[in-house]
């Protein structure tokens, strides 16, 4: 008799038969588990929520969520659900992201949610988890994805900065409100000249707790020469940024890594940088799992399970609902 997949895609999301909870789901639930707090990942409308501590206050920011509604876990600590033991263990994509482990009967299955294996220096690095089998995403699963160490972008970003600087331009980098905005802040010389953080920005900061010290909130007054500008993607083509012209316009995105894809965004100057693992931070961390299959979710899904196939590894396509982060930049 074939035993039921203890997690199988279902039309509310990824979901555990035995324990009765869903993992990211794209549809509002009675129990969700939570990977990070990336739109495409934690979506509003469920009854409660099971996330990392880091993740509890961005999903009240973002969900609207009170606080009876979310528990909040450290990583490593289990919790049981109808005899299925679920943990979180980190997944180094943004701060409070988690890869969730579900075990039972003796079968240990881990949705990676999304990851990086860089260490950023902002979020707790990438921990593989040893499973049988491993649900991994695939967003730059191309071996043309080869990311540069990220003090190489941000020693570019600097000099790019201190050009405009004497141009007297101000230099505005898009980079997404949740992740990448804490690590390019927290990389920034801040001491270098003005650094400028948009509101949408400035709220996640500040849910997370981040140190904000020596930094600017832009308001609509907000006036500048020189200065360095962090904005999310979504004030791109629009009137806010006329009042700091004259300006050079940046992006830090894994896909400025593909030709023309920065002229197609009306992008300057792009910085390749991303809270996803590259080809070869995939294949590693697949391998460190010790999977015996591989399930494949957004990205790359179809070559990049024919490359592991080839490999000699169980790879399959995994069909979800789960795309870009907030429709920004990755």
Not at 34 to 39: G, K, Q, Y
Not at 51 to 80: I, K
Not at 152 to 172: I, M, P, T, Y
Not at 269 to 298: C, M
Request: with cysteine; proline share 5%.
């Amino acid at each position: 008799m074939t035993r039921e997949p203890l997690l199988t895609v279902s039309p509310a999301g990824l979901y555990c038969p035995k324990a009765g909870v869903y993992l990211d789901p794209w549809q509002p639930v009675e129990r969700a588990l939570i990977t990070h707090a990336h739109s495409d990942h934690a979506r509003p409308g469920s009854k409660s929520y099971l996330c990392h501590h880091t993740t509890v206050p961005l999903l009240h920011a973002r969900l609207g969520t009170s606080s009876g509604q979310v528990q909040g876990v450290q990583y490593g600590e289990e919790t049981a659900i109808n005899g299925v033991r679920f943990s979180f263990f980190p997944a180094g994509h943004v701060p409070g992201s988690a890869q969730i482990l579900a075990e039972s009967d003796g079968e240990r299955w881990v949705f990676s949610g999304d990851y990086k294996t860089e260490d950023d220096g902002v979020s707790v690095p990438f921990e593989a988890v040893r499973c049988d089998v491993f649900i991994s995403e695939c967003t730059f699963g191309l071996p043309v994805f080869a990311w540069r160490p990220q003090t190489e972008v941000f020693a570019e970003l600097h000099d790019w900065w201190k050009r405009n600087q004497s141009q007297g331009a101000n230099s505005v980098v898009s980079a997404y409100a949740l992740g990448k905005a804490q690590r390019l802040l927290g990389h920034i010389d801040r001491a270098g000249g003005r650094v400028l953080v948009h509101s949408a920005v400035w709220a996640m900061c500040e849910a997370l707790g981040f140190d904000m010290s020596g930094l600017e909130r832009a308001s609509a007054e907000t006036r500048a020469e020189g200065a360095l500008v962090v904005v999310p993607p979504a004030v791109l083509g629009g009137s806010w940024l006329n009042r700091l012209a004259p300006y050079s316009l940046a992006a830090l995105s894994g896909w400025m890594a593909i030709r023309g894809m920065r002229r197609r965004r009306g992008i300057e100057k792009g910085f390749v940088l991303s809270d996803h693992a590259d080809f070869k931070g995939l294949t590693s961390a697949i391998r460190a799992t010790g999977a015996s299959r591989v399930l494949l979710t957004h990205g790359y899904t179809a070559p990049f399970a024919k490359w592991l196939t080839e490999q000699g590894v169980d790879a399959s396509e995994l069909g979800t609902s789960y795309g870009t982060d907030d429709g920004e930049e990755q």
